[in-house]
Structure formats: structure tokens, C-alpha cells
């Protein structure tokens, strides 16, 4: 059984966790797009890990994680992530990780041209995690980014980093912000690079072995339908296919290798960086940061908060062809008495149960609620999914109506046994 994992909305539904549960039967766990951008907290036996790049799987003994071709990976970063995983007692060999000679590289000077452009944006800026996502994809598409086969030549690679430093130069001293040397990005590129180099490899046709062998592939996606860069709040975006269908492009396994794919979202709607988000709710934010929840992995911001949005989810379900939901942090609403679900848009007095593509409708969309009674009480201990209260198990069955998609998973805390299966 080969399962894509994919996010529903913003990102940070806790896709980690999911993959984290599901690694249990996989053989072999990789990632099609998106870079270290992405931040997912997993917490089994106690321990809380924090990932970035590496697949999830990472944290099992005898599983192999693939960092696929579809993904940006920036060297020093990972080094640095690799070496903190370590230091929490997990070994991350060669044999246990692999990174596509494909997955193009994120460089020192992308990082700086994201904060670049973000500043020049103002207050129309995108938000991003300013590690370099959109300057590196952006590099791709154009043609000239560097992938990691290229770092095994070095001179070719010291040629075409010296080209690029210093167009990368012209706009940053345009901003007043840092320059480079091409000869110091090269350095700090190949330190990193040297530790990372007996994972290089041509990861397709060991995607393609795994299954012909009849292995449980699993896909990790990271962010969400809601950031895809063709289906989500574009601009308000990150620079990858983040819906199923990039976990196919970005592995180099097609479309006919798929089983399943298992759509996660929050029971609420949570956003960062910029952009539309027509169910935010200021008190929801308040009460959930106020219990210590909803504050990102990747950069500590506080995440905006909202009603559950199945307009959002019908479209997410529609696009990634989801086979099973994954419904995480039931538990962030346990105390709510009366809990609210967006079923429709009223743009310009007419319902649309579809988002808009156009930005300026996002602005005018207004969300028609229904209202549902609360469970008000711990879910947290719930060890199957009939232990639920009523309520709880009412308002999952709406969610799923609405979206049209039938339910897989409950999450009821961060902890691997909090994971329920749906019968
Ligand atoms: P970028 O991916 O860093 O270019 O950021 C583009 C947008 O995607 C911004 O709104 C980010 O906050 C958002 N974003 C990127 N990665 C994640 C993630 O893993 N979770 C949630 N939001 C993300």
C-alpha cells in the first residue's frame, strides 16, 4: 500500500504525527517538494523532535527516508538539523537516508534574496520562512539552480556560483543587505556538503525498486493545499506543489503507483505569514495561544486562528483526491461551548461552497456558519474513537459530509497513542 500524506490547509495541520503513525508499516518514507521551510514536531516516548527536511520516518530504526528530487535542500541547513537529531540519540546514516543527486540547492545568497524581496514587497509581503523556498524554485524553473549532482563537480559548481553571487549581489546591495563572496558561499556550502555526500544518490529507480518489491511507500507532504502555488491563496503561497499530485513529480514515482491518500487538517483552521483567511477569529487565537498552543515550528510565530472552513477542505478533498481524513487537535477545542463551521462564502450576496481564485473575492468572502454544541470536556485520554463524546463524534461526521470524504484518523494530543482510528 503505497499512501501520499497531504495537508488540507495552510500547512502545520500535524501532518508529522500522521506520517509518524503510519511509518509504523511503511518501508520507506520520502519527501516530493517543499524544503526546510516546512516544521514538523513529532513526539514519541516522551521526546519532542523538530524536522525540517528529514522525512519523518527518520526517528525509526530500519526504515528508508528519501529527501526526493521534487525538494530544495539547503546543505548547511540540514547539516545543522542532522546534527540535532543525533545529538537526541537517533544515528542518521547513509543506508537509512537518502537525498536525490536531483533535489535542487538552496544557497546562503537565496536565503538573503528571500528577505530581499520580501522587504520590497512592504506590506503586501508574502510572510515566508525566509529560508530561501521561492529564490531556489524560482532558480529552477529559470534554469539556473544547481542541483546536488552538480556539487559533485566543483569547479563547475565554483563557475556557476560565481555567476549567480554576484547577480544576486546586485539586487541585495539595491536593498542595502548583506553581499557575498563567491568564494565563502563556496566553503560553507561544500563543509556542509561533505557530510552530506554519501547520501547523494539517484533516488527514482530505488523508489521504483521498494515498489516492484511490494514495500508501503509513504509521502510526506509538507504545507498545504491552501499554500500550493497553483491551487492555494496565491501569491499568499509557498513555490512548490504541495497537493498530492507533487508528491508524484517531485519522487519520480507516477500516479499509478498511489493507493491512498490521507488528507490532514486541523478540527480548526490555522494560518501564518500573509494572505486571506476569511474564518480567523481573533478570541479562538487568544483562547489557543492562551493554552500554549499554535505557535510554528519553523520560526516560533504565533499562528492566526479560525473556525473549522470545509470550503477550504471540499476543494483540498476534490484536488488531492483524498481517500481518508485525518482529523488533528480535536483536543485544542474540548472547553469551547458552541464550536462554528464555515459551510459556505457569501461573496457579493452569492454562496460560492468553492474558494475564489480571484484575490480581491478573498477579501469580500464572508463565511456562513453553522453552529454546533461543544463536547466540553477531555478527549485527551480517549483511547479509541468510540470513547468520544458524542458531540465530538457529531461534529467529525459534519466535517466529513461537508467535505465529502469519509474519516480515518482522530488526534486528540501530540503523543503517538493519541491517534485514534476511525472504524
Ligand atoms: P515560503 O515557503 O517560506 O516561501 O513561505 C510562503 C508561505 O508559506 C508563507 O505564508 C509561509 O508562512 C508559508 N509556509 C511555508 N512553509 C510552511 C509550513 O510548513 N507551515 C505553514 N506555513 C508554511
Not at 566553503?187 to 533516488?203: C, D, G, K, M
Not at 480567523?280 to 472552513?309: K, V
Not at 483524498?322 to 464550536?339: C, E, K, P, R, S
Request: glycine share 10%; proline share 5%; charged share 20%.
Amino acid at each position: 500500500m503505497n499512501t501520499i500524506i497531504t495537508g488540507l490547509q495552510w500547512g502545520d495541520e500535524g501532518k508529522g504525527k500522521i506520517v509518524d503513525y503510519l511509518t509504523e508499516s511503511a518501508d520507506v518514507v520520502v519527501r516530493g517538494q517543499g524544503g526546510n521551510n516546512a516544521g514538523h514536531t513529532v513526539i514519541a516516548n516522551g521526546t519532542k523532535y523538530v524536522l525540517h527536511l528529514l522525512p519523518s520516518g527518520i526517528l525509526w530504526d530500519n526504515k528508508i527516508n528519501v529527501i526526493g528530487n521534487g525538494v530544495v535542500c539547503d546543505p548547511i541547513g540540514l547539516v545543522e538539523e542532522i546534527a540535532r537529531i543525533e545529538s537526541q540519540g537517533i544515528a542518521i546514516t547513509p543506508d537509512k537516508l537518502l537525498i536525490s543527486d536531483r533535489s535542487h540547492v538552496v544557497f546562503p545568497f537565496h536565503k538573503e534574496l528571500d528577505a530581499a524581496r520580501e522587504a520590497s514587497l512592504g506590506d503586501q509581503k508574502i510572510g515566508t520562512t525566509k529560508r530561501g523556498i521561492g529564490p531556489t524554485y524560482s532558480d529552477k524553473i529559470n534554469r539556473c539552480g544547481l542541483r546536488m549532482a552538480d556539487l559533485l563537480d566543483r569547479e563547475f559548481t565554483t563557475q556557476q556560483v560565481t555567476r549567480r553571487v554576484s547577480e544576486a549581489n546586485e539586487v541585495l546591495s539595491r536593498h542595502g543587505l548583506t553581499t557575498f563572496q563567491a568564494a565563502e558561499v563556496i566553503e560553507q556550502v561544500y563543509t556542509a556538503f561533505e557530510r552530506l555526500r554519501p547520501h547523494i544518490t539517484n533516488t527514482i529507480p530505488v523508489l521504483h525498486k521498494a515498489w516492484k518489491a511490494n514495500k508501503n511507500l509513504l509521502f510526506e507532504g509538507a504545507q498545504g493545499t491552501l499554500l500550493d502555488i497553483d491551487y492555494g491563496t496565491y501569491p499568499f503561497v509557498t513555490s512548490s506543489n504541495t497537493t498530492a499530485g507533487g508528491s508524484c513529480t517531485g519522487t519520480g514515482l507516477p500516479p499509478t503507483a498511489i493507493q491512498a491518500v490521507i488528507g490532514v487538517c486541523k478540527a480548526y483552521t490555522t494560518r501564518v505569514g500573509s494572505g486571506p483567511f476569511p474564518t480567523g477569529d481573533e478570541p479562538l487565537s487568544e483562547y489557543l495561544h492562551g493554552l500554549g498552543r499554535e505557535f510554528g515550528a519553523t520560526t516560533g510565530r504565533p499562528r492566526g486562528c479560525g473556525w473549522l472552513d470545509t470550503v477550504l477542505l471540499r476543494f483540498a478533498c476534490m484536488v488531492n483526491g483524498v481517500t481518508g481524513l485525518a482529523v488533528t487537535n480535536l483536543d485544542g477545542l474540548d472547553a469551547y461551548a458552541t464550536l462554528q463551521i464555515c459551510t459556505s462564502y457569501e461573496i457579493d450576496g452569492v454562496i460560492h461552497e468553492l474558494p475564489p481564485a480571484d484575490r480581491s473575492a478573498w477579501e469580500r468572502a464572508k463565511p456562513v456558519y453553522e453552529s454546533l454544541p461543544g463536547w466540553q470536556s477531555d478527549t485527551t485520554a480517549c483511547t479509541s474513537y468510540e470513547a468520544l463524546p458524542a458531540q465530538a463524534k457529531a461534529y467529525l461526521k459534519r466535517l466529513s459530509e461537508l467535505c465529502d470524504a469519509p474519516l480515518a484518523f482522530v488526534g486528540v494530543g501530540p503523543d503517538r497513542i493519541q491517534t485514534l482510528v476511525v472504524p
